[in-house]
């Protein structure tokens, strides 16, 4: 299994909804990463997770909260968020933080209404 | 840190004709190279990737790249473009530990019938 997957593929939520990004792989990569990307933008890093311990945050307000349950899973939970907040949400994976080839996934469509 | 420059923003080439995407860096250290490629409504998928050896980088559906040192560049290439490859593209840089992971704002290439 080569890939990542990411779950949803579109999100639509108000502003006062709680809501969860998945992502998962099963390469046995020990890092995963969270961008946002905007239309027409390259992604943007979020947060780093190497050995499921939070490496990089990349100063992203707290209504965004990654969690790593384990090797294979990354979330993302959402709270009160904000139209802006709108986006391709995307995950990646490599098989460590030293390892530059990065593996993604086809992403989550955000929209905050 | 490392910075990333794609000059165009947008290239149209009719199909057949060769195209080249533009790429420059700056960096204090040595870095590695990338290029992702994101078709519509998907993530991003790697196309090559410059470590170290040979200046010379291809992927398997055509593209290449050259490392050139001394002119701060990764300059993309194909000698003869299809309409599938329409696309974004988007150049990366890295330092060698894997951090420092930067996207350039990448180029929406268009192939024309």
């Known amino acids: 299994d080569t890939e990542v997957t990411q779950t949803p593929k579109h999100l639509v939520m108000g502003m006062t909804n709680k809501k969860s990004l998945k992502c998962e792989q099963h390469m046995g990569h020990r890092a995963m990463y969270w961008y946002k990307q905007k239309a027409k933008k390259p992604p943007e890093l979020m947060f780093v997770y190497s050995y499921e311990k939070l490496s990089i945050n990349e100063s992203v307000p707290s209504r965004f909260s990654p969690e790593c349950p384990n090797s294979s899973l990354l979330n993302l939970h959402l709270h009160a968020l904000q139209p802006e907040d709108s986006a391709l949400y995307l995950c990646?994976?490599?098989?460590?933080?030293?390892?530059?080839?990065?593996?993604f996934g086809p992403g989550t469509r955000l929209t905050v209404l | 840190a490392q910075s990333v420059t794609q000059l165009d923003s947008q290239v149209p080439v009719f199909e057949e004709a060769p195209v080249e995407l533009r790429c420059n860096y700056s960096?204090?250290?040595?870095?590695?190279l990338f290029w992702y490629v994101q078709y519509p409504n998907q993530g991003l998928q790697l196309l090559l990737k410059y470590l170290s050896g040979s200046t010379l980088v291809e992927s398997i559906n055509g593209f290449e790249a050259e490392f050139n040192k001394s002119q701060t560049s990764f300059h993309l290439r194909k000698p003869s473009v299809h309409i599938s490859d329409t696309a974004e593209y988007f150049c990366a840089v890295s330092d060698p530990w894997g951090q420092n992971f930067v996207f350039g704002p990448g180029t929406r290439l268009s192939v024309l019938p």
């Open positions: 990646a994976s490599s098989p460590s933080d030293r390892d530059n080839e990065q593996f």
């Open positions: 960096s204090s250290v040595s870095v590695y």
